[in-house]
């Protein structure tokens, strides 16, 4: 298991990820379960991805409280991550974001879905949860519990929501998957608004994502982690590696 230092280390790393590949602007955020008090999220303070260091990473409870501010501002819609850390016990990482790219297909109900082999991480048909059919007009951040754990529920045990007029989560396994997941999402809802002036959409079949999922082994993670980390000018941390996707 990875220790304290490398676990927070590796967030920061990938909040510069994720500024970089344009997937978060002065906005967004990315939490990872804490490694040794599953009950608990580590999360920056309130501050843009990009300029996130080590002493911005503030501990929560499930609920959203901090264990530690110290007199710094968490982000107002930190909820989002601890309902799905307390619906998912499974999931290590929560990626929340609001890429441009996504947001037309939250807006008008047109089917999201894989349309390219590296973009099968992000489900068969990703889901839209709209806060207004329950909590009605509001400024559509996710700032209390009750909102962030119907926004779970709705995702249920998928990899990934749509928010409508928001942004989007992204949940998984690892930080790493989580990052991959969330900069194919923003690249797939592009390619798939460029198809669709051409023609009809082949997307992938449940079939072949499935196979596409069953043959990524960490290694492709790997791959996509060095390159990224070279990018954002971060060191590059090995981890061990798994099949040979
Ligand atoms: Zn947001």
Redesign the pocket.
Known sequence: MMNLTQALDELVTANRILACEGVVDS?GHVSIRHPYRPDRYVLSRARAPECIEVEDLMEFTCDGTPTDPVGRKPYA?RFIHGAVYEARPEVRAVV?H?SPGVIPFSVTGARLSPVMHMCAGIGTRVPTWDSRATFGDTNL?VTNMEMARELAEALGPRPVILMRG??CVVAGMSLREVVFNSIYLQLNANLQLKASGLGEITFLSEGEVAAVLRTRGSFTFERAWEFWCRRAARPYDVRPMEGTA
């Open positions: 906005f819609e929340h609001h951040l928001h942004g």
